[in-house]
């Protein structure tokens, strides 16, 4: 059985690799016209091979270690599959396998402009890289992986490079996730010190043995390093700038696969190689998390390009997923390893998610800037009429992103919030607090969440079409909306199938924590018998009485999600149920629409123009703009965005009257002007207090060169 | 600090009685002509004298329509054999077009949402109209209510003669509106034109453009005319005529 179950993922993974080195070779061969269905179709492939990859280990549980290859003086390149990395690899097929169908018809537009081999090449280096990154067992395999990741996704979005903003904001990018990576690689040296290899399980191993201040270290290294990847703050700048020069399908993948590693190496790191021993990495994680997550969406709800706003929104995702992480830490430090596990369900089921209904939105953005050719939502508008499949699409992503049941993101935030409530089970006040503050900074989040995507839907897809693009355009073509209805319905999958996917996710949290939740959180309610020990009896009886053992004959499984079942005395009851809600949902539905139906089956429907307030003609000019939607926030929160206002005034030569006033506003995002800019002027007034020692006599320089030695000798002298 | 409290408990309720009992006090009403007789001088110069040629005679006989009257008092003072003067107020009646708007049932009895139309009116209407929203007449006692949007309107109440510029936007008004509906012209200048139409920039009334259910003449009515109007809508009180009757012996 595990000798079978092993034969399947390593037979996968060289099936994968192999798929994307003939991919490489076919990408080479073919023409510019047929590179697009050559990526979709080979890409597809692989990313179904990485699902059962993903899959196969997920359900069956057994870890796979294979080495590769001994590199002198270095030490052995091994792979490792355990669950954690094989609920990445999934999440990574998963996207890829949409997005890579979405390509075939999206890249036309680059057709006779760009080299479509180039990008085939780097997709296919990018998705292996990311496996390779999550399957790697040692250091060694896992920073080479990464740094092969971090340059292909760089030269992915740097793709239209002869726009210097895209550039510019591939630089930064670049920059910043190199700086990242120097952190990650400080973190791990530290840990490989201790155990003297650089074997994932030797560290694991030698833990233990690392000092107060070391532990701290490595915390503090891996949690800001890899947080660069996941867009945290303070590093979450190049977020928003990368995502919009970056094509529909290359966005897609940054939001829904490379954010994710950065969290799979905290996690890895911080869970497993090292588990946080203390309250106090977890509280950091827990404050950078809400305040990550308040940050991304105030700027998400301004935001009026899609995908700036989208970016601006998953730095808010991926916030809250580290919340949850947070708050998984500061649990199991205190030794409440059942809600640590919880709330590590709650992140990781966020994360998946996330990437589902993001890569959604991004594919979604993608076709409208395909077909209109802009992403302002100031000028779209009107677009369901026109492309009505990729409205409903976007509509089902932006209902999971602001969390409405029955789709997925309800489920994951509803358990982050209640886990929050959990915080009552930690004795220490301050701790408390910082959950209480956490908690209502993520609530508002949620309801931000809600404002900025019925901003992205209505503004982008309902009333009528503010630019003359609009009415030129039709729906994208067929390859493009398929991968859409893919990621709609997984979106709507795990949205009302949480009692399936609580349980895979507790087997692979369980090693963490080192505790089964599974039926803490997703009881049998329903098929377990009076006076089973496994649950507290007066409980158990009590949802007896109510009748609950009469559903086992018809209702098909678990279906209810419990977080809290308090004390037998004290039965408190958190529960949420988003597949009963579905079900009834669709009856009240059915219901309505039959209803209507008979009741006015006499009536004749009356069409008369939209009340326009009597005007000779409504023009697009005159409806609602994103802009306008969200200004109460603008306002609300203008300590926030503290704009400074730009005014272009133009008078006439004497002065004495103004023929055009014009009014800006210019924004620093608050992380850029709270943190970097305070930075940069320190380190350029350094600069220029320094550069008056170059006073430009010899004589001068001579004597810095005198004074230097004479420094050296003294040093060495009293060292030595 | 809150002497209005006070102030106000002290006033007591002002609200008028109308239509439980009939307002009394002096001044609701300007009135209107009823009718007259004379001598073939005084015909001749009351028919004259009238601005909007709403006197119409009949041998000696002389009647108003009140579609055109603008109660100018130019036929009650400084003439020989004054007109005959009606000091009451509840003037609405139902036009020759009642019906065609398949007026609203028993249903909308204490419930009616009224979308108010300038159809470009001297303003007149328009503050007696608004005296409707105020305590002292306070239509929401009897379940009227304005509402911003055709699109929640039982009654269009249309003011003005309707200019060539409010012609379209009234129009819009009505087709927005669900039936059953209804629709209120108040004022002479929306019965007929009043002192400024058909000329050359405005029509000569609102059911040039419109079928029109209940008429208010009157320059401006007073609000008890109008309120008089919008319960003759929903048939709790009944209609007047929109001619004097002749004076009889
Ligand atoms: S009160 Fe009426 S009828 Fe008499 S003159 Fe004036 S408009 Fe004519």
Redesign the pocket.
């Known amino acids: 059985m595990v000798e079978a179950s092993n034969a399947v993922v390593i037979n996968g993974i060289i099936v994968f690799l192999s798929l994307c080195g003939i991919g490489i070779i076919l990408a080479a061969l073919l023409s510019n016209r047929m590179n697009p269905f050559g990526l979709s179709l080979v890409a597809s492939i692989a990313s179904v091979s990485v699902l059962l990859v993903g899959g196969e280990v997920l359900l069956s549980g057994h870890s796979v270690q294979t080495e590769l290859w001994t590199l002198p003086f270095l030490g052995t390149l091994t792979f490792k599959i355990d669950r954690l990395s094989a609920l990445f690899v999934f999440i990574t097929g998963l996207v890829f396998l949409p997005v890579s169908i979405f390509s075939a018809g999206y890249l036309k537009r680059y057709l006779n402009r760009y080299n479509l081999k180039t990008f085939s090449i780097f997709y296919y280096l990018l998705f292996a890289s990311i496996v390779l990154v999550l399957i790697s067992g040692d250091i060694l395999s896992f920073l080479i992986a990464w740094e092969v990741m971090s340059i292909f996704s760089y030269l992915l979005v740097n793709y239209e490079h002869e726009h210097e903003e895209t550039t510019r904001s591939g630089f930064l990018m670049l920059a910043m996730s190199e700086a990242g990576t120097i952190m990650v690689i400080l973190a791990f040296l530290i840990m490989a010190k201790a155990s003297g290899s650089l074997d994932f399980a030797a560290l694991r191993a030698s833990a233990g043995g690392l000092g107060e201040v070391a532990r701290w270290a490595v915390f503090l290294l891996s949690f800001f390093g890899f947080g660069v990847k996941a867009g945290l703050v303070p590093s979450s700048t190049w977020l928003p700038r990368a995502h919009p020069v970056a094509p529909g399908n290359v966005s897609a993948l940054l939001s829904g696969v490379v954010l994710n590693l950065g969290i799979y190496g905290i996690t890895r790191v911080n869970a497993d190689l090292l588990p946080v021993s203390q309250v106090g990495p977890g509280l950091i994680v827990l404050i950078i998390g809400s305040i990550s997550a308040l940050v991304g969406i105030l700027y998400a709800a301004t935001e009026n390009d899609m995908k700036k706003m989208l970016a601006h929104s998953s730095i808010e995702n991926m916030g809250i997923i580290t919340a949850g992480l947070g708050a998984g830490f500061v649990f199991a430090a205190s030794g409440l390893p059942v809600l640590a596990g919880i709330a590590f369900i709650a992140a990781l089921y966020h994360l998946i998610n996330h990437s589902l209904y993001k890569s959604l939105l991004f594919l979604g953005a993608g076709s409208v800037d395909y077909a209109v050719g802009t992403r302002d939502m100031d000028r779209l508008g009107g677009l369901i009429k026109i492309m009505p499949w990729t409205a409903l699409f976007f509509l089902a992503g932006s209902l999971s992103i602001a969390a409405l049941p029955p789709f997925n993101g309800f489920v994951s935030e509803w358990l982050t919030l209640q886990t929050m409530l959990q915080s009552s089970a930690i004795h220490s006040a301050g701790e408390k607090i910082v959950f209480a503050l956490s908690g209502a900074a993520l609530a508002l989040t949620a309801a931000l969440a809600v404002t900025t995507f019925v901003k992205a839907f209505a503004m982008s897809f309902l009333g009528m079409g503010r630019s003359k693009r609009v009415k030129k355009v039709g729906e994208v073509r067929r390859s493009m909306i398929i991968p859409m209805g893919i990621l709609a319905l997984s979106c709507l999958l795990f949205g009302i199938l949480p009692t399936y996917v609580v349980p895979v996710l507790d087997k692979t949290v369980a090693p963490l924590v080192h505790e089964k939740v599974a039926d803490e959180l997703v009881p049998p309610f329903f098929t377990v018998d009076k006076g089973d020990p496994k649950f507290g009896g007066a409980f158990v009886s009590e949802f007896h009485d109510l009748g609950a053992q009469v559903g086992r004959s018809y209702l098909p499984g678990r279906g209810l999600v419990i977080l809290h079942r308090g004390l037998e005395k004290n039965p408190v009851v958190f529960a949420m149920s988003t597949s009963y809600t579905f079900i009834v949902l669709l009856f009240l539905l059915g219901g309505t629409f039959i209803l209507v139906k008979v009741l006015t089956r006499a009536r004749k429907v009356r069409r008369a123009a939209a009340w326009d307030g009597g005007i000779r003609r409504l023009l697009p000019e005159m409806t609602y703009t994103a802009t306008g939607f969200s200004n109460p926030v603008r306002v609300i929160f203008n300590a926030v965005f503290h704009p400074s206002t730009i005014e272009d005034t133009k008078e006439t030569v004497a002065g004495h009257f103004r023929t055009a006033i014009k009014n800006g506003r210019k924004e620093v995002h608050i992380i850029d002007r709270l943190i970097f800019k305070p930075i940069t002027s320190f380190i350029q007034s350094v600069a220029v207090t320094l550069a008056k020692m170059h006073a430009g006599s010899i004589n001068v320089y001579a004597a810095y060169v005198l004074i230097g030695l004479v420094l050296v000798l003294v040093v060495q002298r009293l060292l030595l | 600090m809150s002497k209005w409290v006070i102030k106000g408990l002290r006033t007591g309720i002002k609200t008028t009685q109308y239509p439980r009992k009939m307002e009394t006090a002096s001044g609701v009403s300007p009135g209107?002509?009823t009718a007259a007789k004379g001598t073939e001088k005084e015909v001749q110069e009351?028919v004259f004298?009238?601005?909007?040629?709403?006197?119409e005679r009949s041998g000696n006989q002389l009647t108003?329509d009140y579609n055109?009257?603008?109660?100018?008092?130019?036929?009650?003072r400084g003439s020989q054999s004054p007109?005959g003067w009606d000091y009451g107020y509840e003037w609405a009646a139902n036009t020759k077009d009642s019906g065609a708007n398949r007026g609203l049932g028993s249903a909308f009895n204490r419930s009616i949402n009224i979308r108010f139309v300038d159809g470009g009116a001297c303003g007149a209407c328009i503050s007696e109209i608004e005296q409707l929203n105020k305590p002292y007449y306070n239509m929401h006692r009897l379940g009227f209510f304005a509402t911003p949007t055709p699109r929640e309107a039982d009654v269009l109440l249309v003011a003005g003669p309707v200019t060539d510029h409010m012609r379209l936007p009234l129009k819009k008004a009505y087709d927005a509106m669900p039936t059953p509906k209804l629709v209120m012209a108040v004022g002479?200048c929306a019965l007929s034109g009043g002192i400024f139409g058909p000329s050359f920039m405005s029509d000569a009334g609102v059911s040039e453009l419109i079928p029109v259910d209940v008429a208010v003449p009157g320059?401006p009515p007073p609000p008890l005319a109008i309120i008089h109007g919008l319960l003759l809508a929903v048939k709790r009180k009944s209609s007047a005529l929109l001619t004097s009757s002749e004076v009889r012996g």
């Open positions: 209107l002509p009351l004298n009238c601005p909007t040629g709403a006197i108003v055109y009257c603008i109660h100018c008092f130019r036929c009650k007109m002479a320059c």
